[in-house]
Antibody
Framework: EVQLVESGGGLVQPGGSLRLSCAASGFTFSSYAMHWVRQAPGKGLEYVSAISSNGGSTYYANSVKGRFTISRDNSKNTLYLQMGSLRAEDMAVYYC??????????????????WGQGTLVTVSS | DIQMTQSPSSLSASVGDRVTITCRASQSISSYLNWYQQKPGKAPKLLIYAASSLQSGVPSRFSGSGSGTDFTLTISSLQPEDFATYYCQQSYSTPSPITFGQGTRLEIK
């Protein structure tokens, strides 16, 4: 069974740091790009960060650029999100998701499947 | 950034109803549009990818259509388990940045 399991969430003070992990199983982790998406309480989905299959390319939303670092350890089938200088607005459930792609008619499309169950990050003093 | 706007933001319907949710992109995104379903306390689940392709295991009452800037998700006959929030997502500019619609909450009438 393809599965993603996040961990590492918790309560952190403003300005603090936290590292999230996403353990993958049931598929060849090193063959897929991966993403982090977050959801603030009662709000919609916000795209956070992406990393290529070999870790050589990364992307960050402007809201986290310079404060968050995405990485992966393909030998451990694990994705990470190192979060620093945390703010109240970073409080959310953080999901990891696998990138899938397929090509048709000369175009190649991407989508997210599956998603992990999420881990809650609370930023409060 | 490409903005995605869903309508309506919320919708009340009854079991057996036909329901349509619309997603509009701020620029043409061809067919780079996905739909997800999210139930309270759960992770999003992929329903439709590339605008109209049904994800394996998803009931055939779900369908997607559209291209360019206007897209629809249709549920042909609502079932009790379909009451949830639905999000569209564009992947035209992947990964910089992928964007989601604000969500459509589908409630029981």
């Amino acid at each position: 069974e393809v599965q993603l399991v996040e961990s590492g969430g918790g309560l952190v003070q403003p300005g603090g740091s936290l590292r999230l992990s996403c353990a993958a199983s049931g598929f060849t982790f090193s063959s897929y790009a991966m993403h982090w998406v977050r959801q603030a309480p009662g709000k919609g989905l916000e795209y956070v960060s992406a990393i290529s299959s070999n870790g050589g390319s990364t992307y960050y939303a402007n809201s986290v650029k310079g404060r968050f670092t995405i990485s992966r350890d393909n030998s451990k089938n694990t994705l990470y999100l190192q979060m620093g200088s945390l703010r109240a607005e970073d409080m959310a459930v953080y999901y990891c998701a696998r990138d899938l792609s397929g090509c048709s008619g000369g175009s190649c499309y991407n989508w997210f499947d599956p998603w992990g169950q999420g881990t809650l990050v609370t930023v409060s003093s | 950034d490409i903005q995605m706007t869903q309508s309506p933001s919320s919708l009340s319907a009854s079991v057996g109803d036909r329901v349509t949710i619309t997603c509009r992109a701020s620029q043409s995104i061809s067919s780079y549009l996905n739909w997800y379903q999210q139930k309270p306390g759960k992770a999003p689940k992929l329903l439709i990818y590339a605008a109209s392709s049904l994800q394996s295991g998803v009931p055939s009452r779900f369908s997607g259509s559209g291209s360019g800037t206007d897209f629809t998700l249709t549920i042909s006959s609502l079932q009790p388990e379909d009451f949830a929030t639905y999000y569209c997502q564009q992947s035209y500019s992947t990964p910089s940045p992928i964007t989601f619609g604000q969500g459509t909450r589908l409630e029981i009438k």
